[in-house]
């Protein structure tokens, strides 16, 4: 069969099989096999080594309930989960194609192996034609039915099984489109606040806010009005922060770029400027507010 699950994806996909609900080991074959259609089945000596390798890793952990191992996943699996969220989307393309293919490849078996029962069943005609019809050809004529029978339940069994792997594609990457505009949201909201924030302390801090937001240093500050008077050009209001950073697809590189440019335009605020112990200090706790709200955001699910 094609490899499905290449460069760690049969890790991922049992993350994914765990968050929906704790499972044990026999569980997870079933389950997969049900996801193929019963074109492919996972052996214990590929599905257990692997969960025992997400255990040892954090990503997994198991309870004993009635002699038999019961696995659930983590929170470090959940954020391994949510990460990986895009190449989640892609795995379920891969199963509904995979699905097709094996479907097809099992539909050509059906269909040599139908054209060599006809042939062969043509030459025994052939050979006796004054011979009336006995067993044989009765039973090689229920063979060649049964044989198309099962081509035709194949044929419907990966029909409906692609259509339903394009469908959860498809809401997948909806989802994740949905999560990074709500990522990028309420960093927005977020940053605006500790501007807020920011520009009661006046100072330094005024300044690290201003330049963390793309606009004009905190009212009270040293550079206020000379800032104030050239931010945009004109007197008019300064473009979003971060505007330049278009969305890749992929909402956890998304968020790593936003924090990247929060972290290097303070980073250089603070270097040009200086900063003092009392500044930090103030610092800290206006992003530890910051880092409880972000933490909030992210541990909602869609």
Do not use: N
Not at 115 to 131: F, Q, V
Not at 136 to 149: H, Y
Request: hydrophobic share 40%; aromatic share 4%; charged share 35%.
């Amino acid at each position: 069969m094609p490899p499905v699950f290449a460069h760690g994806r049969l890790r991922l996909y049992l993350l994914k099989l765990l968050d929906e609900a704790p499972r044990h080991g026999y569980e997870v074959i079933r389950l997969l096999e049900e996801r193929f259609q019963g074109l492919y089945a996972p052996s214990a000596g590929t599905v257990y080594p692997r969960l025992a390798k997400l255990e040892a890793e954090g990503l997994v952990t198991h309870a004993t309930e009635g002699g038999r191992k019961v696995y659930s996943i983590t929170d470090a699996g959940r954020a391994e989960l949510a990460d990986r969220g895009g190449e989640l989307a892609d795995l379920e393309v891969e199963i509904r194609d995979s699905v097709t293919e094996l479907a097809a490849e099992i539909r050509d078996d059906v269909r040599g192996a139908a054209g060599d029962l006809r042939r062969e069943m043509r030459a025994a005609a052939s050979a006796s034609a004054t011979r009336v019809e006995d067993e044989s050809w009765k039973a090689a004529k229920e063979d060649l039915r049964k044989a198309r029978q099962e081509w035709k339940e194949q044929a419907r069994r990966a029909k409906d099984e692609s259509r339903r792997a394009r469908e959860e594609a498809q809401q997948a990457r909806r989802q994740a489109k949905e999560a990074q505009e709500r990522a990028r949201e309420e960093v927005q909201r977020i940053a605006g606040q500790l501007q807020e924030q920011f520009a009661k302390s006046g100072g330094v801090l005024g300044s690290l806010a201003g330049a963390w937001l793309g606009g004009a240093p905190a009212a009270g500050s040293a550079d206020a009005s000379a800032a104030g008077a050239g931010a945009d050009g004109g007197g008019g209001r300064a473009s979003e922060w971060a505007a330049d950073l278009a969305a890749t697809g992929d909402p956890a590189r998304d968020l790593d770029r936003l924090l990247d440019r929060f972290r290097d335009e303070v980073r250089d605020a603070a270097r040009d400027r200086g900063v003092t112990s009392a500044q930090v200090a103030e610092a800290r706790r206006h992003l530890e507010a910051a880092c409880g709200r972000l933490g909030t955001t992210f541990g909602a699910r869609p």
